[in-house]
């Protein structure tokens, strides 16, 4: 089963210093048939304005990733951690028994662009925790590169959960592939521009899900430069 979310469904919320748009229920949008995909319950792609941001608040028993697309994000947490997330960074935050966040924009004069991702913990009430790490564009381009999984191979976040976030950035032209397996669902956002999946058009905001579906698909840098994020998830 291929279950599409077009970008122009997806809630929306309009503030003067916030735009977000809501590919699952979350805060004061609510449909009950987008609840989140299997353990992936959140993908709010947020632009800040200059000087705005999240005052703290409270969450718990969630991981919390952040993936800065444009300008700088910056942290501050009850448990004592903080720091600037820019384009290329992938903040993760385990919330566990329970933590206290901020996210400001960092900037006074340029807004930021980032994607806010949550996905249900494999246990609850753990200690709260913090990472974050910078990935290249030279570590993505054309290429899946792992920012977080169970195990944290090869540089990437570990993370509570038998999830993996893989993203990629592909030029015109770019192609690669996206290899599935019925064990396993899949999730694949476009976060920026443009790109062909093998007959499909999509376009940033765009996503699919994958549910028992297997082979291989080819995907391809369409006329704008873009960036994709592909989770591999439990069944």
Not at 64 to 82: C, T
Request: charged fraction near 20%; glycine fraction near 10%.
């Amino acid at each position: 089963m291929i279950i599409e979310r077009p970008s122009v469904s997806r809630g929306e919320v309009a503030l003067d210093w916030l735009h977000s748009r809501h590919t699952f229920s979350f805060g004061h949008y609510y449909d009950p048939a987008w609840m989140g995909f299997g353990v992936l319950r959140v993908i709010n792609d947020d632009s800040v304005a200059p000087g705005g941001g999240f005052a703290p608040h409270r969450h718990a028993n969630m991981e919390i990733i952040s993936v800065v697309l444009e300008g700088a994000l910056a942290h501050k947490d009850s448990a004592g951690h903080s720091g600037v997330i820019r384009a290329g960074d992938v903040q993760w935050m385990s919330a566990g028994h329970g933590i206290e966040h901020s996210e400001y924009n960092a900037s006074q004069t340029e807004s930021v662009h980032f994607l806010q991702l949550w996905i249900q913990p494999e246990r609850l009430n753990h200690q709260p925790a913090y990472d974050q790490k910078h990935f290249s564009l030279d570590a993505r381009r054309g290429r899946w590169c792992v920012v977080a999984s169970p195990d944290g191979a090869a540089g990437a976040i570990a993370i509570r959960q038998q999830a993996t976030l893989a993203i990629t950035h592909l030029q015109p032209g770019d192609a690669l592939e996206v290899v599935l397996e019925t064990s396993k669902r899949y999730w694949l956002h476009v976060a920026s521009g443009e790109v062909m999946l093998d007959a499909r058009a999509l376009s940033a905001g765009d996503a699919l899900g994958f549910v028992e579906e297997s082979g291989a698909l080819n995907l391809r840098g369409g006329a704008a430069a873009s960036d994709v994020l592909l989770f591999t998830l439990p069944a």
